[in-house]
């Protein structure tokens, strides 16, 4: 039998906190019109001191499994695509684990930047198509806002914080994930980077002087290598699963910057219309922009069961790629109501946070029966 990966489930989180460009013009040497007609962006969200990548990456998990109609503990695998993880280890994926309760899931994180949330529904995608695994989340979840230098207007001007999952399950219909191109061209690693805070410039006194924690960039460069590899990659994708751009409904672009996407739609020849753009609002929230986008044009009527659709992003690394899907919906056995509708979750993530205090006292207390045993 040959197997599918469908996305049948799909949710998000944002912070309520929004900054407008008029905030940000009391903040750094800049001004509405400047970032709208450079960028596109009219604002942004930013977490919240309670809030971070784990914690809006579970929501965004939540309300997929939700979507898709199935429990956390159904879930084998938790793919986290991001380039503000809350620790460098353990990964963001293994507390999201902890939080949603998906007791019977493998987890890691992803590091691709923006192009993530692709390279990671694909990896899922594959673990389901072998036979691996039947159920999966991918979560593309970003709080930039604490890795952004705010006296840089070159850069704090575009990012923004939110995250965004998409549920993954095994079928016999054909559809989903059709097909997925993923590159990296590593020489141009320092066009967009943190220098310091890895094992090559720990973090030291000098480092954080010189602000090397930030995000930095060559915003011309990315420029235009994005223009060039997302026509590019929309192309190779397409060729892959058999399609032409011309039965395609929809085109979903990482959300970086409105100039780029209107020009690869133009090398394209596609529609600006059957585009989906919405960064204007959320800014670029790099691996959380795709499904941020997706998950609007689902909501609003847009993207529907049976359309073809391709993601296709780039990001530090650099990295790029594309994926074309089938967008299917949630499977049929879904249509019963979910054990744990999502409207519970603060109940239910009191119930995850009780548990996971249990499971602590209890490798507590076997550590101190293991001592005297020794
Ligand atoms: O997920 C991937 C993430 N990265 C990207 O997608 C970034 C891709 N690059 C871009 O989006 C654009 O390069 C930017 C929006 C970052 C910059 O736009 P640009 O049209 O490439 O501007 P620029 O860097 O060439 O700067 C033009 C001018 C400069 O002034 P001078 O030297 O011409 O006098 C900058 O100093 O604009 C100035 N500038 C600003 N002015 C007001 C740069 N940032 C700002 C600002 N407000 N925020």
Redesign the pocket.
């Known amino acids: 039998m040959t197997r599918y990966a469908h996305i049948t489930g799909w949710g998000t989180h944002v912070p309520e906190k929004v900054l407008s460009n008029d905030d940000?013009s009391q903040i750094?040497?800049?001004?509405d019109e400047?970032?709208q007609s450079?960028?596109g962006i009219r604002q942004r969200h930013i977490a919240s001191d309670g809030e971070s990548t784990a914690s809006m990456g579970a929501l965004a998990a939540l309300r997929a499994l939700d979507v898709a109609g199935i429990p956390p503990s159904e879930v084998e695998l938790i793919i986290v695509a991001t380039s503000s993880p809350e620790h460098i280890f353990p990964s963001t994926a293994s507390l999201i684990q902890d939080h949603i309760g998906a007791t019977k899931a493998g987890a890691f994180d992803l590091s691709a930047?923006?192009s993530g949330f692709i390279f990671a529904v694909n990896m899922a995608a594959q673990a389901i198509r072998t036979g691996s695994i039947n159920t999966a989340i991918v979560i593309g979840s970003e709080t930039l806002s604490r890795l952004v230098n705010w006296q840089d207007?070159?850069?704090?001007?575009?990012?923004g914080d939110g995250a965004g999952a998409f549920v993954l399950q095994a079928s016999d219909q054909p559809g989903g994930v059709l097909s997925a191109v993923m590159r990296s061209d590593g020489s141009g690693g320092e066009l967009?980077t943190i220098p310091a805070g890895g094992s090559k410039l720990p973090a030291s006194e000098e480092t954080i002087a010189q602000g090397l924690h930030y995000i930095q960039?060559n915003?011309?460069?990315?420029?235009r290598f994005?223009t060039r590899v997302m026509a590019q990659a929309t192309e190779e994708v397409l060729e892959q699963a058999g399609l032409s751009l011309a039965e395609t409904q929809w085109v979903i672009p990482?959300q970086?910057?409105q100039?780029?996407i209107e020009t690869a739609a133009r090398r394209l020849k596609y529609p600006l219309e059957q585009v989906v753009i919405n960064l204007d609002r959320y800014g670029?929230t790099?691996t959380a922009?795709i499904p941020l986008a997706t998950v609007e044009a689902v909501e609003d009527g847009r993207l529907k069961p049976g359309d073809q659709v391709v993601f296709v992003?780039?990001?530090?690394g650099l990295t790029w790629g594309a994926m074309a899907v089938e967008w299917t919906g949630p499977l049929p056995k879904a249509e019963k109501p979910s054990l744990w509708p999502y409207r519970f979750r603060n109940l239910y993530l009191l119930y995850t946070r009780l548990r996971s205090g249990a499971l602590r006292i209890l490798r507590f207390l076997e550590g101190i029966i293991w001592g005297r045993q020794r």
């Open positions: 940000l750094v040497d800049t001004n400047w970032i450079r960028t930047a923006c207007r070159g850069t704090c001007i575009l990012f967009l960039m915003g011309r460069e990315v420029f994005a990482h970086a910057n100039r780029i670029n790099s922009s992003g780039f990001g530090a």
